[in-house]
């Protein structure tokens, strides 16, 4: 496993701050290299060449810094759709669309944080902020795909459930460096472009006349 001991400032870095955040993106690379069980506050402090009572300022366990990087992805795949919700034009279909193309760039740029995100022995330690969050980003996506149907006929409820479907199967796949492995780079902007507008097509949401 890598570590940070080679680096230019190693060791003194964090004197000025930024250890909390330093610790959680470290956990996260961790959990992209070994998996969950390689957590440990003490592994991550070394890592970062800090004293072994260093994160304990800002995590009383692993299971907090835990939940702290279950958080912080959640809150960073939330910012990424949003964002691209709101460089987009006044139109719900393409809303819909580029809410989508965002969360499968950002589990294609981001593996190990949504993989982290994504592992029930991180997300089983998060507080309960976590599910309301959740809970808030899934309105907002069935919002924006009901304003994209209005006009058809297809059951809503099962359309979302297809929709969300098809998309986290395909972060996974984008994500996962055993497939991405196995069958290549297949996270480019095409293949995100194409995937979006096959499911939605095929769901009557991207042409309401389909």
């Known amino acids: 496993m890598s570590t940070l001991k080679d ?3 190693y ?26 069980d390689a957590v ?30 279950a958080e912080d992805g959640v809150d960073r795949l939330v910012a990424a759709t949003e ?17 989508a193309s965002a969360y499968l760039r950002w589990a294609a740029e981001h593996p190990a ?26 309105a907002r996506q069935q919002s924006a795909l ?16 297809r929709l969300v479907a098809v998309l986290v199967g395909t972060a996974t796949v984008m994500a996962d460096p055993l497939y991405r492995n196995v069958i290549g780079k297949v996270a480019t902007s095409d293949a995100i472009e194409q995937t979006v507008s096959a499911v939605l ?3 009557g949401a991207a042409d309401p006349d389909a």
């Not at 060791?11 to 969950?36: C, D, F, N, P």
């Not at 003490?42 to 800090?50: E, F, M, N, S, T």
């Not at 304990?56 to 299971?63: E, N, T, V, W, Y």
């Not at 009901?146 to 459930?161: E, I, K, N």
């Open 113 to 138: 944080h949504y993989n982290a995100v994504r592992n029930p022995e991180v997300t089983r330690h998060a507080h309960a902020s976590l599910g309301a969050k959740m809970s808030a980003f899934f």
């Open 201 to 203: 097509r095929d769901r």
């Open 83 to 99: 964002a691209a919700v709101a460089a987009c034009v006044d139109d719900p279909v393409e809303q819909l669309k580029a809410m």
């Open 40 to 69: 440990s506050l003490r592994g991550l402090a070394r890592d970062l060449g800090v004293s072994h009572a260093a994160p304990a300022r800002h995590f009383a366990s692993r299971d907090a810094l835990l939940a702290a990087v």
């Open 11 to 36: 060791g003194r870095r964090y004197h000025h701050g930024g250890l909390r955040e330093a610790l959680v993106e470290r956990a996260v690379a961790v959990i992209g290299e070994a998996g969950v």
């Open 146 to 161: 009901l304003a994209a149907q209005s006009r058809s006929g297809v059951d809503p409820g099962l359309t979302m459930f």
């Open 7 to 9: 680096e230019p400032g």
